[in-house]
């Protein structure tokens, strides 16, 4: 995709003395306003090095570039010069691009490069409920973008399936647990079970004694606790599966914490021998004082690791295995001061790539009554969620396509409502908390999921009923751009423009809510178009022209969908 800013650049630096081309690049800027131009220069910087009044070196520009064949007319407004870009030239560069479906919006900037990208990460054990699903798929749109950006990209699940809270299930399974109803219903029974352990161990605090003992066997290899533990990790992660296929959801290593529990000797070894690693009532800690952080709790006083020993191991590995560009962190924001330590002590070590890892936080779900708790059994389960939506999607294409076949009701219910629930947590900043809300996670009305999803099937529908010899000619581009040069489609045809370089700030920012505000963006525009022109004429030429943007529209929003994760319908 042309930049314009940099062609412009380039034109206006023939007019600029004493200043380059990527100077003025960053100062071009694109007006809110269309009528004051497609991209507007502000002259005030330039008063001092060109010894005029701003208003008269914006003259003098107009009247440089004037005739330059990029612009359509170019204005002089007080001290801003004011540019309009030549249409056809402009819609000729973006359809050449837009119309090919499947690499509109992608680039290869990443080429040669490896991103890690670790999300979801549930805890073995626990239920996969509404909380779990911010890290999930704001980390997979992360990996989408970053494939769309050419970069090798590995999907890393990196399960909570160790630590002491598996001493604490172990123990409950043996005082009150039932192989049988484990096996029926893993995770209902198993959250049962260990809300049970923090119930009990107020009137009986030996318990915790007892799960410390059991965790400690575990560390130690104990044939009974790896065989109880690798059970509730094997019934757990069916479960997840479950999930994981109808949020479409895949990863390349399930490599969980339990993983590391041999690779972290060597990283207490390195800390001791570097002096870093001092005693502190019976537990091992780095002091970080001088950074002003808390110290890092690397070994507790009975000797088990803790978190994060096994992160500075994982880091490590990953280093050594992937030799990563970028290593990124999908994790809660609360865990920001924990990820500052663990980082501090990995670059303390000497490891400078330690730079390259990135935590990515964001925002805490709460429910209505309160904050989640698995201690005390208060979830919402993730799949009730999804559930839930592709039933109230059911009801609603049934009361209005009655007569629809129940195997694409089916199939257009699924996509469109677990899009619209991984849409509405996609379509804020990241970092913002929020309360879960049913109503609101099934409403589907205004700037939702479902309304980018009809735009799409509306497109569809429009190059169905224009006809497949139609729009093969106007996949070739063999048209008359005079028939695309209204506002409603020109305005369609910069936001389609401005897609790869959305995708670019999405990666470099690890906000997905920049695609999702920018494919809303595209809908609505292509819906205004769809209502102010006419566009299956019985002009053909005029007919093929708009056949073409509108097939430019689909693209974009269907790649701009793809990569939140959201399918797009051809009917609904």
Known sequence: MVNYKEEIAKVLAAQIPDMDAAEIQEMVEIPQDASMGDYAFPCFRLAKVMRKAPPLIAKSIVEGITGDPLFEKVEQVNAYVNMFLSKEEYSRGVLAEAVEAESFGKTDIGKGRTVIVEYSSPNIAKPFHIGHIRSTVIGNSIYKIYDALGFKVERLNHLGDYGTQFGKMICAYRHWGNEEDVKREPIVTLLGYYTKFHVEVETHPELDDEAREAFAKLEQGEEEEVRLWKWFRDESLKEFMRVYDMLDIQFDDFDGESFYSDKMQRFIDELNDKGLLLESEGAHIVDLSQFDLPPALITKSDGSTLYCTRDI????????????????????????????????????????????????????????????????????????????????????????????????????????????????????????????????????????????????????????????????????????????????????????????????????????????????????????????????????????????????????????????????????
């Open 313 to 572: 191991a994982t880091a490590v590995y990953r280093k050594e295995h992937y030799d990563f560009y970028k290593n990124i962190y999908v994790v809660a924001s609360q865990q920001n001061l924990y990820f500052q330590q663990w980082m501090k002590v990995v670059k303390l070590l000497g490891y400078d790539w330690v730079k390259d890892c990135v935590h990515v936080p964001f925002g805490l779900v709460s429910l209505e009554e309160g904050t989640m708790s698995t201690r005390h059994g208060r979830v919402v389960f993730l799949e009730d969620v999804l559930n839930k939506a592709v039933d109230k999607t059911k009801e609603i294409i049934k009361e209005k396509n009655p007569e629809a076949d129940d195997e694409l009701i089916d199939q257009v219910a699924r996509e469109v409502g677990i899009g619209a629930v991984i849409f509405q947590e996609l379509s804020n900043n990241k970092i913002k908390d929020y309360v879960f809300k049913w109503d609101k996670v099934l409403n589907f009305d205004g700037e939702t999921g479902p309304y980018v999803q009809y735009t799409h099937a509306r497109c569809a529908s429009v190059l169905r009923k224009a006809g497949a010899e139609v729009v093969a000619k106007a996949q070739k581009l063999d048209i008359d751009y005079k028939y695309i040069e209204s506002d409603s489609a020109f305005e369609l045809i910069k936001l389609l423009h401005a897609l790869p370089a959305v995708v670019v700030e999405a990666g470099e920012k690890y906000e997905p809510s920049i695609i999702t505000r920018h494919v809303i963006d595209i809908a609505q525009a292509y819906n205004r178009f769809y209502h102010d022109e006419h566009i299956l004429t019985d002009n053909e030429e005029e007919k093929t022209a708009k056949v073409a943007l509108t097939i430019a529209a689909k693209n974009g929003i269907k790649n701009g969908l793809a990569l939140l994760g959201i399918k797009s319908p051809d009917r609904m």
